[in-house]
T-cell receptor, first 107, second 112 residues
Framework: GQQLNQSPQSMFIQEGEDVSMNCTSS?????WLWYKQDPGEGPVLLIALYKAGELTSNGRLTAQFGITRKDSFLNISASIPSDVGIYFCAGRNQFYFGTGTSLTVIP | EAQVTQNPRYLITVTGKKLTVTCSQN?????MSWYRQDPGLGLRQIYYSMNVEVTDKGDVPEGYKVSRKEKRNFPLILESPSPNQTSLYFCASSLRGGGQAFFGQGTRLTVV
């Protein structure tokens, strides 16, 4: 099946710090989606990207669709404790999900 | 309220005892799928369905069955559960295959 590699696998940061994570694929995608999973819940969509090179923001979150169409990046600025959770990237075509980045924010 | 509902939320069972996890969505979505989530492996797709009576295997279908007799329901069936199927399971639906997925709250299954 499709392989989406996310890095880093986990992050421990201080409140207020910025966060960067990325996702790479062995194949080209036409859509990239970023989801967040709160502890004990199902994933929820954060940002959707539909065009190579696109840069989209949602509050403190910014995501980019890589020019090669094989990667995507998610940045979180000025992290707060409620940012804790697992972040997943997903490519189109039956929802291939990345391995996830677990984020811990230390107050 | 638009939602995907899974039941049960928690289940402990014994090896070989058939079980069904139900999934229902009220958004009239055509596409539904099942995933299992294991530490370090992310979400892996088990089965998906593009519409009623249309189902297909995902990446890890072995040991699972599904059915899609109605648009709103997509149950996951484990005919003979084994301990390696202990996992957190999620059902998801979307309007179409490439669109935003809406997830259920998950079912934590333990097979002893």
């Amino acid at each position: 099946g499709q392989q989406l590699n996310q890095s880093p696998q986990s992050m421990f940061i201080q409140e207020g710090e910025d966060v960067s994570m990325n996702c790479t694929s062995s194949s080209i995608f036409n859509t990239w989606l970023w989801y967040k999973q709160d502890p004990g819940e199902g994933p929820v969509l954060l940002i959707a990207l539909y065009k190579a090179g696109e840069l989209t923001s949602n509050g403190r979150l910014t995501a980019q669709f890589g020019i090669t169409r094989k990667d995507s990046f998610l940045n979180i600025s000025a992290s707060i404790p409620s940012d804790v959770g697992i972040y997943f990237c997903a490519g189109r075509n039956q929802f291939y999900f990345g391995t996830g980045t677990s984020l811990t924010v230390i107050p | 309220e638009a939602q995907v509902t899974q039941n049960p939320r928690y289940l402990i069972t014994v090896t070989g005892k058939k079980l069904t996890v139900t999934c229902s969505q009220n958004m009239n979505h055509e596409y539904m799928s099942w995933y299992r989530q294991d530490p370090g492996l992310g979400l892996r797709q088990i089965y998906y369905s593009m519409n009623v009576e249309v189902t297909d295997k995902g990446d890890v279908p072995e040991g699972y069955k599904v059915s899609r007799k109605e648009k709103r329901n997509f149950p996951l069936i484990l005919e003979s559960p084994s301990p390696n199927q202990t996992s957190l399971y999620f059902c998801a639906s979307s309007l179409r295959g490439g669109g935003q997925a809406f997830f259920g709250q998950g079912t934590r299954l333990t097979v002893v």
